[in-house]
Every structure is written in structure tokens, then in C-alpha cells.
């Protein structure tokens, strides 16, 4: 038995039914946890002396409801240098045709290994699947799915072009993820097609997955051009059947262009039928409305707060990373945070602005936990170096990540860069082994009198 050193969690992630007081400003509460065997034995509000300045925030572990692990980590072989979603798609293309059962492997488990240390519990992945290269993908991704269970939960979703599930092809291909245990999923966006061919498919869909027990997860609607045809259509089918297996859509960008009413009417429709909305900020706001000569004004995004409000159930996902498809991201669901609380205006000290990144995830997927600390539940944490919600939006904090119990080794992010250490070794006044020496001190902090003012910046001041 184990008791840990205070620390400010936040009130919705602690059982609404321990005696704990009422959260501060931050939404956050302190308190004593002991874990035994890798459970929560005890919940307890701090009564020490420590400072509130010195407890540091954590957070249970997190959940990815949006990644492609298949794709992670080509970016740069595989470049997008104009951003575009037609370079992604091309770029997307080439590397797949490239892919090897080595090469997914290694990027999938270096993917997981940086999840799992940056916090992450379980992660939904979608897998390109038409195409040679599918089989191989599930093979590697179904064996790295078995070896990460209850360190990094995976789940896999079979993405291809919505028309497939109107082929025989696609029916048998249904039968194969039913039997590895995923998900259908497929993409519902512009060019729409006015033949009536997406409903169409749209049905296969549902049918596919009543018939073979699979819940869905669709790209829909990732685009800057309103209406959001592929909601609207989905909501359609949905007003005649209800589903028996959970539904969810992910993207849903060009809904947050909607008109105020046509907007809520389309937010209580997909409440009534029980989908699921994946906000995927980070690629919506590299790929959307981007042109080669000007800056977007508009960057669509799912309606996060009007969907809650309706009964929606909501997350926000990653969704890329390093690949053609946006350049950035690391599986490091605390950076997701940051960026969420910029992009969509998600306040992480309100409950309904934390959810979408920690409960409502662990919901869509499923979960059997749902990522809430009470007494017997999992002694999982993510302990920050970070006092307060503005700590952590002022930098990428440090982090320790207990899991059952245990802690878990540092994400390798927080040791000092190899990169940086050869510029020591080039000075011959450093020794190569150390690490860089502190930076000197401001010059505002020397005594002494103020250094003199920068010059003014004009035509004669070179830089850029
Ligand atoms: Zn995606």
C-alpha cells in the first residue's frame, strides 16, 4: 500500500461521490490518493501544510479517438510541401504503395511507445484499407493490438472510399475486420455525389455493419464548404433506422459553418440517434481552406460547445501525425490540450471543456473505464509539472505517468536533445559529456545599470 504525495486533480475526473470539497478556479481539488495492488484504495481531501503552489495538477491517463497509426511518421519521406489536400492525397499514394509489414511495424509500436509514456491509455486508429497494402496493415497493427492490450488499448477501423461497401469485395472485407474485432469506417466528403450513389453506400454501410456486429467511423464532411452534406444524409437515415451499433462521425468541419438553426436542428437529430462527434482540430486547421496566396479566414471546425448542448457526446482527437496529411503531432495527448483550448475555445478547468479529451473519448471507443478515479478503480495518473492550468498552457509540462501502481519511464522527449549536445562538444572549453551550461542571466537581471535600448527596426535594420 502505497499513499502518494498530494496532488490538484480535476473534480470531474474524481467519483462525484467522495466528500472532496468544492474545486477552485481551476476546477481542480487536492487530495491524498493510496493504491494497493495497482487500484485505488483511498481518496482523501489534502489537509497538510503544503502550499497549493507546490501540488502539482494531474489528470488520469487520456484517450485518442482519431489516429492513423498506418501513415505515422512519413512526413518527411514522403513530403506535402504545399499542404494541399490534393498533394496529401497523392503523397498518401505513394507511400502506402510503399508500405511494408517492417516499416508499419516500426512506426506503429515507436507510435504506441511515445502514447504510452506520453499518457495515452487507448487509441483508436484508422488503417487505408483498398488497396495491396491493407492486408499487411492489419496483420501488423492486429499483432501490435494483442501485445499493447492494457498498456495502450487499440482500436482499428477500416478506411476506404464509401463506395466499397456497395462491392462484394467490401462484404467480405467486412467479414475479415468483424472477425479482427474492428470497425467500418469509410469517407463521406465533397466531391458529394449528386447521383444519390452516398446514400446508397451509406445504407451498405449500415446494413455491413448491423449484420456483422461492427460499430462505424466515418470522415465526414472535412471541408470548408457548407452544407455538410454527408451529416445531413446520415442524419436522413438515421430519422428511419436506428442503429444497433454506435455510430460515429469524425471531422464534421463544415457543420460548424452552418446557420445557427439549421445547425442545432442538425445537432439534435444526431442526439436523437445517438452519433458520436469526433473535433479534429489540429488537421482541420492545416489542411482547411488553405490557398497558395492568402491567409484563411475561415477554419472550420465541428461545433463542439452547440453539439454538447444538444446531447451530443464529443471528443477531440489528434488525428495525424508527421505524415501527409499534416506535418506535426506526436501522440502526446497534453500538446492536444493545449492546442484544443486554442482551437476550439475548450476550457480545460470546465467540466464540459475537459470532457471532450478525457470521458467523452473513453465513451465513443467504448471503454470500460471511463477514466474517472474512485475507490477500486485503476491507479492510472498523469502527473504534471504544472501548478495550474496556466502552467500548462504556458509550456508542455514535464509529466510522470503512473499505471497500475507504477510509474512508467519518462516520454524520451523530456531528455536532453543528442542534437543539442554536439554543439557543447564543438566548443572545446565544454566537455562533450556535459550538458549544455544554463543560459547566462538576463541582462535585465544583472546589477548594474540597464543595458542600452535596441535600435529601432526601419529600412536600414537588415534582418527580415
Ligand atoms: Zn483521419
Redesign the pocket.
Known amino acids: 500500500m502505497s499513499t502518494l504525495p498530494p496532488l490538484a486533480i480535476p473534480r470531474s475526473l474524481l467519483d462525484p461521490g467522495l466528500p472532496l470539497g468544492l474545486p477552485d478556479a481551476d476546477g481542480l481539488v487536492r487530495v491524498r490518493i493510496t493504491h494497493r495492488e495497482g487500484r485505488v484504495s483511498a481518496v482523501v481531501p489534502h489537509a497538510g501544510p503544503e502550499p497549493a503552489r507546490d501540488i502539482p495538477l494531474a489528470l488520469t491517463p487520456l484517450v485518442e479517438a482519431?489516429a492513423?497509426l498506418d501513415k505515422a511518421f512519413t512526413a518527411s519521406a514522403h513530403r506535402n510541401a504545399s499542404g494541399s489536400m490534393e498533394e496529401a492525397m497523392a503523397a498518401n499514394r505513394r507511400e502506402a504503395e510503399q508500405r511494408t509489414a517492417e516499416g508499419v511495424q516500426e512506426r506503429a509500436e515507436r507510435a504506441l511507445e511515445q502514447a504510452w509514456r506520453y499518457g495515452l491509455r487507448a487509441i483508436r486508429s484508422?488503417v487505408d484499407s483498398l488497396g495491396p497494402w491493407s492486408t499487411t496493415c492489419w496483420e501488423v497493427l492486429g499483432q501490435l493490438r494483442q501485445r499493447w492490450a492494457g498498456r495502450v488499448d487499440l482500436e482499428l477501423v477500416a478506411l476506404v472510399p464509401l463506395q466499397h461497401w456497395l462491392t462484394a469485395e467490401g462484404e467480405r472485407q467486412a467479414r475479415q475486420v468483424a472477425d479482427a474485432g474492428g470497425l467500418l469506417g469509410g469517407v463521406l466528403g465533397p466531391p458529394y455525389r449528386p447521383d444519390g450513389r452516398d446514400g446508397d453506400a451509406l445504407r451498405a454501410l449500415l446494413d455491413l455493419a448491423e449484420r456483422q456486429g461492427c460499430g462505424i467511423d466515418l470522415?465526414v464532411d472535412e471541408s470548408a464548404q457548407p452544407p455538410p452534406r454527408g451529416l445531413l444524409l446520415l442524419n436522413a437515415l438515421l430519422r428511419d433506422r436506428r442503429p444497433s451499433v454506435p455510430v460515429t462521425a469524425?471531422h464534421a468541419s463544415s457543420m460548424g459553418l452552418l446557420g445557427n438553426r439549421a445547425l442545432r436542428r442538425l445537432a439534435e437529430g444526431l442526439a436523437e440517434a445517438d452519433v458520436g462527434v469526433v473535433a479534429?482540430p489540429a488537421?482541420n486547421l492545416w489542411l482547411l481552406d488553405r490557398h497558395p496566396e492568402r491567409t484563411p479566414s475561415k477554419r472550420p471546425l465541428a461545433p463542439i460547445q452547440q453539439l454538447q448542448t444538444a446531447g451530443v457526446t464529443v471528443a477531440i482527437g489528434g488525428?495525424?501525425v508527421q505524415d501527409a496529411w499534416f506535418p506535426g503531432g506526436d501522440f502526446d495527448p497534453i500538446e492536444l490540450i493545449r492546442l484544443a483550448t486554442l482551437a476550439s475555445h475548450a476550457l480545460p478547468w470546465r467540466r464540459a471543456g475537459l470532457a471532450p479529451l478525457t470521458t467523452a473519448p473513453a465513451r465513443l471507443l467504448g471503454l470500460s473505464w471511463d477514466g474517472v478515479l474512485r475507490i477500486g478503480g485503476p491507479a492510472d495518473l498523469v502527473v504534471l509539472a504544472a501548478r495550474s492550468w496556466t502552467e500548462v498552457l504556458a509550456r508542455n509540462p514535464q509529466r510522470r505517468v503512473m499505471r497500475d501502481g507504477s510509474w512508467l519511464p519518462p516520454p524520451d522527449s523530456e531528455a536532453p536533445s543528442s542534437l543539442l549536445r554536439r554543439l557543447s562538444a564543438s566548443d572545446p572549453a565544454v566537455d562533450p559529456g556535459l550538458e549544455l551550461a544554463p543560459p547566462p542571466p538576463r541582462p535585465d537581471a544583472l546589477p548594474g545599470p540597464p543595458p542600452p535600448a535596441a535600435p529601432a527596426r526601419g529600412r536600414a535594420d537588415p534582418r527580415p
Do not use: Q
Request: proline share 0%.
Open positions: 482519431h492513423h484508422h470522415h469524425s479534429l488537421t488525428d495525424n
